[in-house]
């Protein structure tokens, strides 16, 4: 299990709204792809808000999707972080890598960050990534890629 930070609860709707409306479809229709096994840099997702990367869903960024990776980092053993520090770890983390992906300060950007981390339970098991994903600050879906976007 993973933890997921985000900073609005009108976000966590609108992605609601969006995940079943998506649900509506077929499980994989054509253009959406099985969860990575390790989440990429530049890849396009749908259930950002999971709190676990094999319930991502790789899309196509040229189509309606939730959230972008930007940074992934992955943790040694000896990097341990007291969970209840964890978050704002992510947070931080995300936040310095934002300008170099998207081109523009996250201070300045209309877009929003949400992290993905592993909690106490998937650290036992080997799970050492914490993964930065791109959002819409308004709930409304991306569309195309925000590398170097200025948004």
Not at 47 to 69: F, G, M, R, W, Y
Not at 93 to 98: G, L, Y
Request: charge should be negative; include cysteine.
């Amino acid at each position: 299990m993973f933890h997921v930070s985000t900073r609005t609860l009108a976000l966590a709707s609108s992605v609601v709204a969006l995940s079943m409306t998506l649900s509506a479809c077929s499980a994989l229709p054509p253009g959406r792809q099985a969860a990575p096994a390790e989440p990429q840099v530049g890849q396009c997702v749908q259930n950002a808000e999971s709190e676990k990367i094999s319930d991502l869903q790789v899309t196509d960024c040229a189509k309606p999707h939730q959230a972008e990776i930007f940074y992934t980092v992955e943790l040694s053993a000896k990097q341990r972080i007291p969970e209840e520090d964890l978050s704002d770890y992510a947070r931080d983390t995300c936040i310095d890598a934002f300008e170099g992906y998207v081109g523009r300060s996250y201070d300045e950007s209309e877009l929003d960050t949400t992290e993905l981390y592993p909690s106490e339970e998937s650290w036992a098991t080997g799970e050492r990534t914490i993964a930065c994903f791109a959002i819409s600050a308004d709930g409304e879906p991306l569309v195309g890629s925000v590398k170097d976007s200025k948004k």
